[in-house]
């Protein structure tokens, strides 16, 4: 039996948080007196670390700024998530656990994550949709260098026993599949997140989790 690892992204891929993404970074700008970023512009940073991405939004400000932003981000994204719940904050998408089951459900088939969230946000995510059961390695941004650098791919190859041939990496955006690419796995683009599915250097995009399922599935033949 050759054991296969399928690394999913969690944000614009598992689970929809772009309201409190942009919420929280609009108004961290707005306590600093800074004008907010468009939400599209917010939107094309996610994936990213948080120090990446006020470097980006903010390049102005050098670094003190920019942790500046990243400490009032924190704060800000911590409170929208007490307030709704993590659940609520971050939906999981229409056919995620479906998938996610249904992978899982498969002996030789692993599961793992490799996201720019912190650790406790991913580990607040997970308990609010139980997901811990599906993912044999988490890889987050307080460990790793931020994508597009392999590092979170390598680890979680480490952590199932896999090989980069037997590896796949599931995101929304450019990061996700530059990760993938560095680290010589295969990439898989999705339609729904929050990058156009056009522009991502995917080897296969899918346009719904039914897709991705079944695609999944066959390529872990």
Do not use: N
Not at 78 to 89: K, T, V
Not at 135 to 144: K, L, R, S, Y
Request: charged share 20%; glycine share 8%.
């Amino acid at each position: 039996m050759t054991l296969r690892l399928i690394v999913f992204d969690v944000d614009g891929t598992l689970v929809d948080s772009q309201r409190d993404i942009v919420g929280g970074m609009q108004h961290a700008f707005a306590l600093m007196d800074l004008p907010a970023p468009e939400p599209a512009a917010i939107l094309a940073t996610v994936g990213l670390s948080l120090p990446q991405t006020m470097a980006r939004l903010a390049p102005e400000l050098g670094p003190e700024g920019q942790a500046a932003l990243v400490a009032a981000y924190k704060k800000t994204y911590a409170e929208l998530r007490l307030f709704a719940g993590s659940a609520a904050s971050s939906p999981l998408y229409p056919g995620a656990r479906d998938c996610l089951e249904a992978l899982h459900a498969v002996p030789d088939i692993l599961l793992g994550i490799a996201t720019g969230k912190s650790r406790r946000g991913l580990d607040a995510l997970l308990d609010a949709h139980d997901l811990r059961p599906f993912f044999v390695t988490a890889q987050h941004a307080d460990i790793h260098p931020s994508k597009p650098h392999p590092s979170m791919l390598h680890a979680a190859m480490r952590d199932a026993g896999t090989e980069a041939a037997h590896t796949i990496m599931v995101g929304d955006s450019s990061f996700d599949m530059d990760m993938a690419r560095a680290a010589e796995v295969t990439a898989i683009g999705v339609g729904w997140g929050y990058q156009p599915a056009r522009g991502l250097d995917a080897d296969h995009i899918a346009p719904d989790f039914a897709a991705l399922t079944g695609h999944l599935l066959h390529l872990a033949k």
